[in-house]
């Protein structure tokens, strides 16, 4: 008799469970494939590679207790060591290509550098990598910001100032941006965002 027959005729009968994946034992070829294939899938900072690859060795060290786990992280700094040199790994690149994307999506400077520190990048290449705000950037990010989530001239249903106004301050902008973009007509935030786009 197969289970699902099994399964209608007894109502107790639960289907067997899904065997758990046992970790597989560490080795730098392993780590090698392992993080090649992490990389592919999810562009990431050094750090954040080295947590993700750290949460593996920690994993298999507890169900392999014989491997020693300072040879297991001898091997990750090898392995972060060769895919630096191979290029799989590039703070400089990922902080830039992370900060243009925050930055085009409208996000405000300092939001984009708590993000750039999560993910595990160093200050002084977040220092590099963000410049320092001219005057106008705050405006015109918070412009950007209103049209992408439909507030302000952009909304396509009334909303409160004070609920659009906290919708701007908890996106990181200060209070006189995002009450001056607020205040805009459709026309006028159009042409700061199409004067933006020029500069860029």
Known sequence: MDEEAISISDP?????????KIPKKITET??????????????A???????????????SCKEHPEQSPETCFTHLEAVITKFQTLGFLNDEGYAMGLSRSLKNRG??????IMRLREKGIA????????????????????????KRKKLGAFATKEKAFEKALASLARAGFDYHSASKVLQMTKEEADELLNSASREY
């Open 45 to 59: 900072s050094t750090e954040q590679f080295r947590q993700v690859m750290t949460r593996k060795i920690r994993k």
């Open 30 to 43: 392993y780590l090698i494939n392992s993080g090649k294939f992490y990389l592919e899938r999810f562009p």
């Open 12 to 20: 107790s009968f639960k289907p067997s469970a899904k065997k758990r």
């Open 107 to 112: 996000w405000p400077r300092n939001r984009i």
């Open 123 to 146: 200050v002084e290449l977040i220092d590099a990598t963000v410049p320092p705000p001219e005057p106008g950037d705050n405006i015109k990010d918070a412009a950007l910001w209103m």
